[in-house]
């Protein structure tokens, strides 16, 4: 073998980054590995005419100089040094949600923090506080008792009743769906709404998913409070990437790896598809556990447990997004918020089951990025952007090389009027510049299966506690780990940050105890 470092990182998606600046800052020799040209995976953005489009991010949270210091992705971005290399602007509005072909349709904008948010749930729903400060409580306990559950390197009977103690609320929501909790609490219906207005962020209708899972999301955007990099979530990659090879990190891009090396049940090196083999102690893969087990790694040597976990999950929804470069200025067009969700209905269920069909779908994130930062576009201009969701394998099974053109740009249409429809702007006359994404442009791009942007779907039995239950169980191979969306916290920004940094620090800890048996 011509090289040799102690650990190697697989993909320079946010995880991975993460992942590889931790390594470096604990000076381990390590090498990160990207198939692509740029860092970020979907942390990136892209150029057409003269508007730069992000690729992904809508906003941030639990981070920027707006936060306190013991948030967890702050607190990491500090320990490598990267906070001070981006600029953030928070934001004060958590979003606007409006139904269009509900039996009652409804419009109503959110804020963020606490009290502000429960202020404005009691206008809409008269007599509902006293049970949104408890669900409020319920969320802010629960995550408490997951950040603690985060810590726990060994198990005791001290610890077991600290967390059925202390944290009781955790233990008894961990469980249970976001619609089992509003029904313990009776919550009145224009409250449920308005506390469920994000799940389209997580594409699992609320009575499947996870308590836990969404209300962890909910929480960083109305109590740690959103923020938008002024550069795009590029400028968060290329400051990771930055700070990385201050640190002696290598970086190789446009360099794909073929095979993770497996001997003896531990991960040796990887093997790129150059040919070249390069040596290593551990390896971190940023590449999806699918990908990771499909196509990196010899069927032979993936123990049976993993493969069984593997086969036993479910894809999140498929992703669907249109970038808008429009030549007049949002207070021009009238477009006043920056976070639109606009559905046909505020049922979860009766909508997940409308996004099994692109003729029924009319489902939509709408995002106004100079709602956030004013200078994002050139003056007298604004961009827009628009996400659907697809659930299942029916909405586009039909589309082939012929069709596919003509398919996006009809969905993409109806998206233009849905918009239209539901704000009261004219938004059609002012497009300069249009990009469409469609899942097959995720699968290719992202080598994301079946064009999922969520990882793996998060229902009450499949959440955050499950997951790291389940990932402590089995077999595993030697030396190998994931620090990615795909893992115990789900898909997301900060999700892939965190799960990367905490691979990094199991990886660390490894390497620790092997030079000490030396």
């Not at 090498?31 to 508007?51: D, I, K, M, Q």
């Not at 610890?159 to 008894?172: E, L, P, V």
């Not at 106004?368 to 697809?390: A, D, H, K």
Request: glycine residues 10%; aromatic residues 10%.
């Amino acid at each position: 073998m011509s090289k040799k470092y102690d650990v190697i990182v697989i993909g320079a998606g946010n995880g991975g980054l993460v992942a590889a600046a931790k390594c470096a800052h604990a000076g381990k020799k390590t090498l990160l590995v990207e198939r692509h040209n740029l860092p970020g995976g979907s942390a990136t953005s892209f150029v057409r005419g003269r508007f730069e489009f992000e690729a992904s991010l809508h906003e941030l949270c639990g981070i920027g100089p707006f936060t306190e210091g013991g948030r967890e992705l702050k607190k990491i971005f500090d320990e490598l040094g990267v906070s001070e290399k981006i600029e953030w602007t928070a934001l004060d509005e958590a979003f606007r949600m409006i139904t269009i072909n509900d039996e009652k349709n409804v419009d109503y904008t959110l804020p963020t923090t606490r009290k502000a948010f429960i202020d404005r749930v009691e206008e809409y729903s008269p007599g509902s506080r006293e049970k949104c400060e408890k669900l409020f409580d319920i969320i802010e306990e629960a995550n408490a008792g997951l950040d603690y559950l985060g810590t726990i390197q060994n198990f005791s009977t001290d610890i077991f009743k600290k967390i059925f103690g202390t944290y009781s609320d955790f233990i008894n929501s961990a469980g249970y769906t976001v619609n089992e909790v509003f029904d313990a609490l009776d919550l009145p219906q224009a409250a449920r709404d308005c506390f469920g207005g994000y799940w389209l962020y997580l594409g699992t209708p609320l009575d499947e998913e996870s308590f836990m899972h969404y209300f962890t999301m909910f929480k960083s955007y109305i109590i740690d409070g959103p923020v938008i990099p002024k550069t795009r979530s590029h400028g968060i990659s290329t400051a990771i990437l930055e700070r990385f090879e201050e640190l002696g990190g290598e970086a190789w891009m446009n360099t794909a790896v073929k095979k993770i090396i497996v001997k003896n049940g531990i991960a040796r090196g990887v093997e790129l598809d150059s040919g070249e083999i390069i040596e290593c102690d551990c390896v971190i893969s940023n590449a999806s556990p699918y990908n990771m087990y499909t196509k990196l790694i010899d069927s032979a040597d993936i123990p049976k447990y993993q493969l069984k976990k593997l086969n036993s999950v479910k894809l999140a929804p498929k992703g669907f997004s249109m970038f808008l470069g429009l030549d007049k200025s949002a207070e021009e067009l009238g477009i006043d918020n920056h976070s639109y969700f606009i559905y046909d209905t505020t049922d979860t269920a009766r909508q997940s089951q409308l996004t099994r069909s692109r003729a029924a779908n009319n489902m939509q994130a709408a995002v106004c990025l100079n709602r956030g930062v004013p200078g994002c576009s050139p003056e007298g201009t604004c961009i827009l952007y628009i996400t659907s969701l697809f659930t299942g394998d029916d909405a586009w099974n039909d589309i082939t090389e012929e069709n596919y053109v003509s398919a996006k740009r009809e969905f993409a249409d109806r998206a233009i009027a849905n918009f239209e429809k539901a704000t009261g702007t004219r938004i059609r006359d002012s497009i300069e510049e249009i990009e469409i994404a469609t899942p097959v442009t995720y699968a290719r791009y992202l080598d994301a299966p079946n064009g999922t942007i969520y990882g793996f779907e998060n229902t009450g039995s499949y959440g955050i506690v499950q997951r790291v239950a389940t990932d402590a169980l089995g077999k595993k191979i030697g030396r190998l780990y994931y620090g990615g969306g795909y893992g115990t916290k789900s898909l997301g920004f900060s999700p892939s940050y965190t799960t990367g940094y905490e691979a990094a620090v199991a990886a660390l800890k490894n390497l620790e105890k092997e030079a000490a048996k030396q």
